[in-house]
Protein backbone atom coordinates (compact mmCIF):
# COMPACT_ATOMS: atom_id res chain seq x y z
CA UNK A 1 0.00 0.00 0.00
CA UNK A 2 1.72 3.25 -0.94
CA UNK A 3 2.21 6.02 1.62
CA UNK A 4 -0.80 8.28 -0.08
CA UNK A 5 -3.50 5.48 0.78
CA UNK A 6 -2.94 5.35 4.43
CA UNK A 7 -6.12 5.62 6.52
CA UNK A 8 -6.79 8.53 8.26
CA UNK A 9 -6.57 8.15 12.31
CA UNK A 10 -8.42 10.38 14.56
CA UNK A 11 -9.82 9.94 18.01
CA UNK A 12 -10.31 10.84 21.86
CA UNK A 13 -7.93 10.52 24.25
CA UNK A 14 -9.78 11.07 27.74
CA UNK A 15 -7.36 11.24 30.80
CA UNK A 16 -8.75 10.44 34.16
CA UNK A 17 -7.22 9.90 37.72
CA UNK A 18 -7.38 11.18 41.49
CA UNK A 19 -6.24 14.37 42.16
CA UNK A 20 -2.71 15.33 42.21
CA UNK A 21 -1.37 11.84 39.95
CA UNK A 22 0.08 14.26 37.69
CA UNK A 23 -2.44 14.11 35.16
CA UNK A 24 -2.03 17.99 33.70
CA UNK A 25 1.40 17.78 33.89
CA UNK A 26 1.51 14.13 31.79
CA UNK A 27 -1.44 15.71 29.07
CA UNK A 28 1.17 18.84 28.88
CA UNK A 29 3.92 16.62 28.25
CA UNK A 30 2.06 14.57 25.74
CA UNK A 31 0.86 17.52 24.07
CA UNK A 32 4.03 19.35 23.97
CA UNK A 33 2.22 22.96 24.84
CA UNK A 34 0.89 24.46 28.35
CA UNK A 35 -2.76 24.04 27.69
CA UNK A 36 -4.13 22.88 30.94
CA UNK A 37 -2.95 25.16 33.86
CA UNK A 38 -0.79 22.93 36.48
CA UNK A 39 -0.34 23.30 40.21
CA UNK A 40 0.10 21.16 43.19
CA UNK A 41 -3.60 22.24 44.39
CA UNK A 42 -6.29 19.64 43.77
CA UNK A 43 -9.06 20.74 41.86
CA UNK A 44 -7.68 23.40 39.40
CA UNK A 45 -8.88 21.43 36.55
CA UNK A 46 -12.49 21.76 36.82
CA UNK A 47 -13.42 21.96 33.03
CA UNK A 48 -12.49 19.22 30.20
CA UNK A 49 -9.84 20.58 28.73
CA UNK A 50 -8.93 19.51 24.87
CA UNK A 51 -5.06 19.04 23.21
CA UNK A 52 -5.37 18.49 20.17
CA UNK A 53 -2.17 16.98 18.68
CA UNK A 54 -1.94 16.44 15.04
CA UNK A 55 0.07 14.50 12.59
CA UNK A 56 -0.20 14.26 8.80
CA UNK A 57 -2.12 11.00 8.64
CA UNK A 58 -3.27 11.08 12.44
CA UNK A 59 -5.21 13.14 14.94
CA UNK A 60 -5.22 13.46 18.96
CA UNK A 61 -7.73 15.45 20.89
CA UNK A 62 -6.40 14.70 24.79
CA UNK A 63 -8.98 15.95 27.33
CA UNK A 64 -7.88 16.19 31.01
CA UNK A 65 -10.94 15.80 33.01
CA UNK A 66 -11.42 16.98 36.85
CA UNK A 67 -9.73 14.79 39.53
CA UNK A 68 -12.30 11.87 41.00
CA UNK A 69 -13.57 13.20 43.94
CA UNK A 70 -16.92 12.26 46.03
CA UNK A 71 -19.03 14.87 45.56
CA UNK A 72 -20.03 16.58 48.65
CA UNK A 73 -21.56 19.44 46.94
CA UNK A 74 -23.16 21.06 43.34
CA UNK A 75 -20.17 22.13 41.72
CA UNK A 76 -18.23 18.85 42.64
CA UNK A 77 -21.44 16.66 41.25
CA UNK A 78 -20.92 18.39 38.15
CA UNK A 79 -17.15 17.88 37.99
CA UNK A 80 -17.97 13.78 38.81
CA UNK A 81 -20.50 13.96 35.61
CA UNK A 82 -17.65 15.04 33.69
CA UNK A 83 -15.56 12.61 34.66
CA UNK A 84 -18.47 9.75 33.97
CA UNK A 85 -18.94 11.29 30.04
CA UNK A 86 -15.28 10.96 29.60
CA UNK A 87 -15.51 7.17 30.34
CA UNK A 88 -18.38 7.09 28.06
CA UNK A 89 -17.29 9.14 24.96
CA UNK A 90 -13.72 8.10 25.48
CA UNK A 91 -11.81 5.89 21.93
CA UNK A 92 -8.78 5.63 24.01
CA UNK A 93 -8.78 5.85 28.33
CA UNK A 94 -5.60 6.67 29.58
CA UNK A 95 -6.06 5.97 33.38
CA UNK A 96 -3.50 8.10 35.70
CA UNK A 97 -2.24 7.09 38.88
CA UNK A 98 0.92 7.02 40.65
CA UNK A 99 3.60 5.40 42.86
CA UNK A 100 2.02 7.19 45.81
CA UNK A 101 -1.92 6.76 45.86
CA UNK A 102 -3.49 3.36 47.65
CA UNK A 103 -4.03 1.33 44.29
CA UNK A 104 -7.71 0.42 45.29
CA UNK A 105 -8.65 4.54 45.80
CA UNK A 106 -11.61 4.64 43.72
CA UNK A 107 -12.64 1.01 43.43
CA UNK A 108 -15.70 1.58 41.49
CA UNK A 109 -13.42 3.35 38.78
CA UNK A 110 -11.10 0.72 38.42
CA UNK A 111 -14.46 -1.73 38.04
CA UNK A 112 -15.92 0.58 35.39
CA UNK A 113 -12.50 0.59 33.60
CA UNK A 114 -13.00 -3.46 32.95
CA UNK A 115 -16.46 -3.25 31.70
CA UNK A 116 -15.42 -0.52 29.45
CA UNK A 117 -15.43 -1.51 25.16
CA UNK A 118 -12.62 0.87 24.17
CA UNK A 119 -8.59 0.13 25.16
CA UNK A 120 -7.55 1.51 28.76
CA UNK A 121 -3.78 2.66 28.94
CA UNK A 122 -2.64 2.61 32.16
CA UNK A 123 0.43 5.31 33.42
CA UNK A 124 1.38 5.08 36.85
CA UNK A 125 3.76 8.25 37.40
CA UNK A 126 6.40 9.67 39.62
CA UNK A 127 8.37 6.43 39.30
CA UNK A 128 11.66 8.73 39.78
CA UNK A 129 10.34 9.14 43.42
CA UNK A 130 10.07 5.80 44.05
CA UNK A 131 11.89 2.20 43.77
CA UNK A 132 12.18 -0.20 41.12
CA UNK A 133 10.84 -2.90 44.09
CA UNK A 134 7.64 -0.70 44.60
CA UNK A 135 7.30 0.13 40.86
CA UNK A 136 7.30 -3.61 39.67
CA UNK A 137 4.56 -4.54 42.38
CA UNK A 138 2.20 -2.09 41.18
CA UNK A 139 2.80 -3.20 37.67
CA UNK A 140 1.86 -6.74 38.65
CA UNK A 141 -1.40 -5.38 41.00
CA UNK A 142 -2.50 -3.19 37.60
CA UNK A 143 -2.12 -5.99 35.26
CA UNK A 144 -3.53 -8.28 37.50
CA UNK A 145 -6.58 -5.87 37.84
CA UNK A 146 -6.83 -4.94 34.16
CA UNK A 147 -5.45 -7.52 32.08
CA UNK A 148 -6.42 -5.81 28.85
CA UNK A 149 -4.42 -2.49 29.40
CA UNK A 150 -1.25 -1.30 28.41
CA UNK A 151 0.06 -0.32 31.16
CA UNK A 152 3.39 1.76 31.41
CA UNK A 153 5.68 3.25 34.27
CA UNK A 154 6.61 6.50 33.53
CA UNK A 155 7.58 9.85 34.97
CA UNK A 156 5.60 12.94 32.87
CA UNK A 157 8.10 15.30 35.30
CA UNK A 158 10.79 13.80 33.67
CA UNK A 159 9.34 13.06 30.50
CA UNK A 160 10.45 9.42 30.75
CA UNK A 161 8.52 6.61 28.94
CA UNK A 162 5.93 9.01 27.27
CA UNK A 163 7.47 8.25 23.69
CA UNK A 164 6.22 4.84 24.62
CA UNK A 165 2.82 5.74 25.70
CA UNK A 166 2.14 8.24 22.35
CA UNK A 167 2.84 5.32 20.26
CA UNK A 168 0.49 3.00 21.83
CA UNK A 169 -2.28 5.72 21.79
CA UNK A 170 -1.14 5.96 17.94
CA UNK A 171 -1.78 2.42 17.71
CA UNK A 172 -5.10 2.09 19.62
CA UNK A 173 -6.54 5.23 17.35
CA UNK A 174 -9.44 4.10 15.42
CA UNK A 175 -9.92 4.90 11.52
CA UNK A 176 -11.31 8.21 11.62
CA UNK A 177 -11.18 11.74 9.61
CA UNK A 178 -9.67 14.63 11.90
CA UNK A 179 -12.06 16.16 14.48
CA UNK A 180 -10.63 19.50 14.44
CA UNK A 181 -9.41 21.82 12.18
CA UNK A 182 -5.69 20.64 11.81
CA UNK A 183 -4.31 24.29 12.34
CA UNK A 184 -6.21 24.49 15.90
CA UNK A 185 -3.98 23.58 18.78
CA UNK A 186 -7.01 23.90 21.49
CA UNK A 187 -11.04 23.79 21.22
CA UNK A 188 -11.09 26.51 24.35
CA UNK A 189 -11.46 29.77 23.45
CA UNK A 190 -9.22 32.40 24.31
CA UNK A 191 -11.33 33.37 27.79
CA UNK A 192 -11.06 29.92 29.26
CA UNK A 193 -7.35 30.36 29.06
CA UNK A 194 -7.08 33.70 30.56
CA UNK A 195 -9.59 32.98 33.61
CA UNK A 196 -7.84 29.91 33.89
CA UNK A 197 -4.35 31.69 34.35
CA UNK A 198 -6.39 33.50 37.11
CA UNK A 199 -7.66 31.04 38.93
CA UNK A 200 -4.10 29.13 39.18
CA UNK A 201 -2.73 32.98 40.38
CA UNK A 202 -5.32 32.50 43.05
CA UNK A 203 -4.58 29.09 44.22
CA UNK A 204 -1.07 29.99 44.32
CA UNK A 205 -1.49 33.27 47.02
CA UNK A 206 -4.22 32.63 48.95
CA UNK A 207 -4.21 29.90 51.51
CA UNK A 208 -7.07 27.34 52.64
CA UNK A 209 -10.70 27.67 51.42
CA UNK A 210 -10.15 30.94 49.48
CA UNK A 211 -9.41 29.40 45.93
CA UNK A 212 -12.40 27.07 46.83
CA UNK A 213 -15.12 29.98 47.53
CA UNK A 214 -13.79 31.73 43.85
CA UNK A 215 -15.19 31.59 40.59
CA UNK A 216 -13.43 33.70 37.85
CA UNK A 217 -15.29 35.09 34.86
CA UNK A 218 -13.97 37.05 32.18
CA UNK A 219 -15.95 39.78 31.30
CA UNK A 220 -14.64 41.44 28.28
CA UNK A 221 -11.49 39.76 25.79
CA UNK A 222 -11.18 42.69 23.52
CA UNK A 223 -8.42 41.33 20.84
CA UNK A 224 -6.49 44.28 19.22
CA UNK A 225 -3.58 43.85 16.77
CA UNK A 226 -1.24 44.82 19.38
CA UNK A 227 -2.23 43.79 22.63
CA UNK A 228 -5.26 42.04 24.39
CA UNK A 229 -7.91 44.17 27.12
CA UNK A 230 -8.75 41.68 29.15
CA UNK A 231 -11.07 42.60 32.42
CA UNK A 232 -12.53 39.92 34.83
CA UNK A 233 -14.58 39.39 37.81
CA UNK A 234 -13.55 37.51 40.85
CA UNK A 235 -16.91 36.11 42.36
CA UNK A 236 -16.39 35.35 46.02
CA UNK A 237 -19.29 33.69 48.95
CA UNK A 238 -18.42 36.24 51.12
CA UNK A 239 -17.51 40.05 51.97
CA UNK A 240 -14.63 38.74 54.32
CA UNK A 241 -12.84 37.07 51.51
CA UNK A 242 -13.62 40.47 49.45
CA UNK A 243 -11.61 41.68 51.56
CA UNK A 244 -9.39 38.77 51.67
CA UNK A 245 -8.46 38.84 48.21
CA UNK A 246 -8.14 42.51 47.86
CA UNK A 247 -5.33 42.69 50.97
CA UNK A 248 -4.40 45.54 52.36
CA UNK A 249 -4.26 48.71 50.57
CA UNK A 250 -5.54 46.62 47.21
CA UNK A 251 -1.64 44.67 47.28
CA UNK A 252 -2.86 41.15 47.25
CA UNK A 253 -4.67 41.41 44.86
CA UNK A 254 -2.56 43.92 42.80
CA UNK A 255 0.32 40.71 42.81
CA UNK A 256 -2.24 38.34 41.48
CA UNK A 257 -2.81 40.88 38.57
CA UNK A 258 0.90 41.13 37.62
CA UNK A 259 1.42 37.56 37.71
CA UNK A 260 -1.49 37.19 35.71
CA UNK A 261 -0.64 39.50 33.30
CA UNK A 262 3.06 38.00 32.81
CA UNK A 263 1.72 34.86 31.71
CA UNK A 264 -0.97 35.84 29.89
CA UNK A 265 1.30 37.95 27.57
CA UNK A 266 3.61 35.06 28.06
CA UNK A 267 0.77 32.53 26.48
CA UNK A 268 -0.97 34.66 23.85
CA UNK A 269 2.06 36.03 23.10
CA UNK A 270 0.70 39.23 22.45
CA UNK A 271 0.36 42.71 25.44
CA UNK A 272 -2.11 42.37 28.02
CA UNK A 273 -4.01 45.20 29.90
CA UNK A 274 -5.59 43.45 32.63
CA UNK A 275 -8.27 45.02 34.94
CA UNK A 276 -9.58 42.42 37.74
CA UNK A 277 -12.60 43.51 39.68
CA UNK A 278 -13.98 41.63 42.87
CA UNK A 279 -17.49 41.23 43.60
CA UNK A 280 -19.39 38.98 46.54
CA UNK A 281 -22.34 36.71 45.17
CA UNK A 282 -23.10 34.11 48.05
CA UNK A 283 -25.00 31.63 45.80
CA UNK A 284 -22.89 30.22 43.14
CA UNK A 285 -22.01 27.50 44.09
CA UNK A 286 -25.07 26.33 44.33
CA UNK A 287 -26.95 28.45 42.28
CA UNK A 288 -27.02 26.28 38.95
CA UNK A 289 -27.90 29.23 37.02
CA UNK A 290 -24.77 31.37 37.75
CA UNK A 291 -23.06 27.69 37.16
CA UNK A 292 -24.04 27.07 34.15
CA UNK A 293 -22.97 30.13 32.86
CA UNK A 294 -19.05 29.30 34.56
CA UNK A 295 -19.87 26.90 31.69
CA UNK A 296 -20.33 23.39 34.06
CA UNK A 297 -22.89 21.10 33.15
CA UNK A 298 -25.71 19.29 34.55
Keep these: MSEHHKKHRAGFVNIIGNPNVGKSTLMNALVGERLSIVTSKAQTTRHRIMGIVNGEDWQIVYSDTPGILKPNYRLQQSMMNFVDTAIGDADIILYVTDVIEKQDKNAEYIEKLQKVECPVIVVINKIDISTQEHVSGLLSWWEAQLPGADIFPASAKEKFNLDNIFETVLEHLPEAPAWYDKDVFTDKNLRFFASEIIREKILL????????????????????????DISAVIYVMRDSQKGIIIGKGGLALKKVGTAARLDMEDFFQKKVFLKIFVKVDPDWRENKKE???FGYEF
Excluded: D, M, T
Design 291 to 293: LRR
Design 205 to 228: NYSQEIPYSCEVEIEEFKEGRERY
